[in-house]
């Protein structure tokens, strides 16, 4: 193997390089005269030119949010004093023994069943369960309605307004809230 360059025999191993735009084999003295190529041992251009698995992104664990995280803010019934009443009446019990039974004063208990007071939640749930009765219910659907969508005012109830607003007066009165254990 000659040189390109110089036409002097190539020892040991030929040199390639560029020389004015031209590729050459040439010796190790020529060689500096030019940009050195090594066609024989390609380095790998660059590894992250290859071709990328794209892996697909992690699913995202959709979280089940609560969807009735609000049992804190129930409200007594509208006739919560007579179904006391009644309930108590029922058990036989006196307003001294269910004063008793619950930790409460009579005349609190009095109060409440001539509805001169209103018992609180905590009381409500103890009388709910030492009466067997159902006192507490979800706030009236009134204050409750999704705000989401707001909707002019002025616009009249479509037939799927009414349906809805059925279904949902339905769904009130079927689903028992809360049964008391
Ligand atoms: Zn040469």
Same mark, same amino acid.
């Given at each position: 193997m000659r040189c390109e360059v110089c036409g002097a025999k190539i020892f040991g191993k030929p040199f390639k390089v560029i020389i004015e735009g031209a590729k050459l084999t040439v010796c190790s003295q020529c060689s500096k005269h030019g940009t050195i190529i090594w066609e024989e041992e390609p +380095?790998? !251009?660059?590894?992250?030119?290859?071709?990328?698995? *794209?892996?697909?992104?992690? +699913?995202? !664990?959709s979280k089940k949010t609560p969807?009735?995280? *609000?049992?804190?803010s129930f409200e007594l019934v509208e006739n919560f004093h007579i179904k006391i009443r009644q309930a108590r009446e029922k058990l036989g019990l006196s307003h001294e023994e269910l004063g008793k039974k619950i930790n409460e004063k009579v005349s609190l208990l009095k109060k409440i069943e001539t509805r001169k007071m209103t018992p609180d939640n905590k009381l409500a749930t103890k009388l709910e369960h030492v009466?067997?009765?159902?006192l507490l219910a979800p706030p009236s659907e009134e204050k409750t309605l999704p705000t989401k969508i707001p909707q002019p005012i002025s616009r009249e109830l479509t037939l799927g307004d009414i349906i809805q607003l059925n279904k949902k007066e339905k769904e009130k009165e079927d689903s028992p809230q809360r049964k008391p254990s």
């Open positions: +380095k790998p !251009k660059s590894a992250t030119t290859k071709t990328k698995i *794209v892996s697909p992104p992690p +699913k995202i !664990k969807e009735t995280a *609000v049992e804190t009466l067997k009765v159902k």
